[in-house]
């Protein structure tokens, strides 16, 4: 990921969702490094932009991301909310629903317990993507948006079918779309994205994307919201 700050407002940028697992195993068992996946390097930019007093803005920048591990997204979440995190899968072939709760250690002391439950970071949050923000990069505008936080550029790219790699007789092999599907937290598909609550380009003409990356700009509209 990459880390920029202007004025009040902080703004990391990632372009997919990974976890080291074996890398949380080591921080934790053995006090190691903290990891360098997608919440390790969260909690780097957040400690990075708690040092600087002038900043009360943190923007997730979304904007390429083609989507990744999902638990990454929940923990992300976590962080902005200071709550539990909600991931509602849907299988259109059974009409099955299934809600999944997350208790994230937001702390990183090892423990799920109440402090998890609180903001670590206090920061206005919000979200930067756009229409190629896919999968479980839209997937985090989606989620934010339902939890309140600002959604900035313009509406996500959705994309909400797991993928599985599927195999022939004959040796052929192949990825083919799933049944299980993301869903909001009315159980509709989360396809259509998420609308921002403020548009930067617009998604039917040649928009000058400069306007996603102008700082002050950001600022101002998070201020106001």
Wanted: aromatic share 12%; charged share 25%; glycine share 8%.
């Amino acid at each position: 990921g990459d880390y920029h700050e202007s004025g009040d407002t902080a703004m990391f940028t990632f372009d997919t969702f990974v976890t080291d697992l074996e890398g949380w195993e080591n921080y934790y068992d053995n006090k190691g490094e903290l990891p360098k996946d997608t919440y390790g390097s969260v909690i780097a930019a957040l400690e990075k932009a708690k040092k600087n007093p002038n900043i009360k803005n943190f923007i997730f920048d979304v904007t390429t991301n083609s989507g990744g591990d999902s638990s990454s997204c929940l923990a992300i979440i976590s962080i902005m909310t200071g709550d539990y995190s909600y991931m509602y899968n849907k299988f259109v072939d059974t009409e099955l629903s299934v809600e999944m709760k997350s208790h994230i250690d937001t702390n990183l002391d090892g423990k799920f317990d109440e402090k998890d439950l609180k903001k670590q970071y206090d920061f206005n949050f919000a979200i930067l993507c756009t229409n190629n923000s896919f999968s479980s990069g839209n997937l985090l505008p989606v989620y934010a948006k339902e939890r309140g936080i600002m959604i900035m550029g313009e509406t996500s790219g959705g994309g909400c079918f797991a993928m599985s790699l599927a195999g022939t007789a004959d040796g052929l092999f192949g990825t083919i779309s799933t049944t299980y599907g993301l869903s909001d937290s009315k159980w509709n598909s989360v396809e259509s994205g998420a609308a921002p609550d403020v548009v930067l380009v617009d998604t039917n003409s040649d928009s000058d994307l400069k306007a996603l990356y102008d700082m002050e700009k950001l600022s101002s509209a998070m201020n106001e919201f």
